[in-house]
């Protein structure tokens, strides 16, 4: 397979690296470690698989490859679903790898930098991918299905959003950078979401971004977090079932009712939804929805 080395251009106006370039023994190359934060090669390398270009339909494809050097050690930054495609059979590469060595010396943000930037190239990055990588680079060992697999995106978007006063699901400019201001209510959300069944409900993205959205009102912004923990914890456990007055039971309730409607409905069903959490007459007429652009910052 010809591997093509990287040049820096695709770097950010600005941020220089110091780069070389190193050969490798193919058995060398495919033993180095991963970035640290690196996407979720099986999936990526399955979707090459699946897709056939290797050394079946395309012999010739060229497949970029780089190393990040960081406090003196080596990591491979991009090639990793290849590399493991190789390991299995799947693909074959040269015998001698020929490639270039970022060096970002003991700057892990730097190191951060260049990665993203190789990776922001590659088509079949998506905005899941993004999310793991920035949970990884953030440290955070989520032991959920729906976190570690970067289910939260559009959930982490709105809470993101809310606290400039914007309605929307778009993703922030750095989600390594959110994922850390946000760490907290993600943790917390992996923990209750890791004792749960996950599920369509469960899982969706208005009831990510409510939890995400009260627990930093509640438990980091203000009092009254028993009482948020409360309801998450009810919300998750009674799916639904129960006392239908119950705020928990009508907030799961009106998602069911409007999860296949319009996007426009996300907002609808968070507003509800963060009204259910601030429920103290369990009468649904007393539902008081809670406007997304004013809730964290009123």
Not at 32 to 42: H, K, V
Not at 233 to 258: C, E, K, M, S
């Amino acid at each position: 397979m010809l591997v093509r080395p990287q040049v820096t251009d695709f770097l950010p106006p600005g941020v220089e690296v110091p780069l070389t370039y190193k050969d490798y023994a193919l058995p060398d190359w495919l033993a180095l470690p991963e970035w640290p934060s690196q996407r979720n090669t099986p999936a990526h390398a399955d979707k090459l698989d699946n897709w056939g270009g290797f050394n079946r339909r395309n012999p010739t494809l060229g497949v970029s490859v780089a190393v990040i050097r960081y406090r003196g050690k080596e990591y491979r930054a991009d090639g990793n679903s290849t590399a493991l495609l190789c390991r299995e059979g799947k693909c074959h590469f040269r015998s001698v790898i020929h490639s270039p060595v970022f060096d970002v010396g003991d700057d892990e943000s730097l190191g951060q930098e260049v990665y993203k930037s190789l990776n922001e190239k590659h088509s079949t990055k998506t905005a899941v991918d993004v999310l793991v990588s920035a949970v990884k680079f953030n440290q955070m060992a989520p032991n959920s299905a729906l976190i570690s697999r970067g289910g939260v995106t559009s959930g982490l978007s709105i809470a993101v959003n809310a606290l400039r006063g914007v309605e929307s699901n778009s993703a922030p400019p750095n989600i390594d950078d959110a994922v850390r201001a946000w760490k907290s209510e993600l943790v917390w959300v992996d923990t209750i979401l890791a004792g749960t069944a996950e599920g369509r409900i469960a899982g969706s993205t208005p009831v990510i971004a409510s939890m995400l959205m009260s627990h930093a009102k509640y438990a980091v912004w203000g009092t009254g977090h028993e009482h948020m923990v409360d309801f998450w914890r009810n919300f998750h456990t009674a799916r639904g079932v129960g006392n239908t007055q119950d705020p928990w039971v009508l907030a799961w309730n009106y998602i069911v009712l409007h999860l296949s409607g319009s996007r426009d409905r996300v907002y609808d069903m968070v507003q509800y939804v963060l009204g259910c959490v601030e429920a103290t007459d369990i009468h649904p007429k007393r539902i008081r929805r809670r406007p997304i652009k004013t809730y964290l910052i009123d």
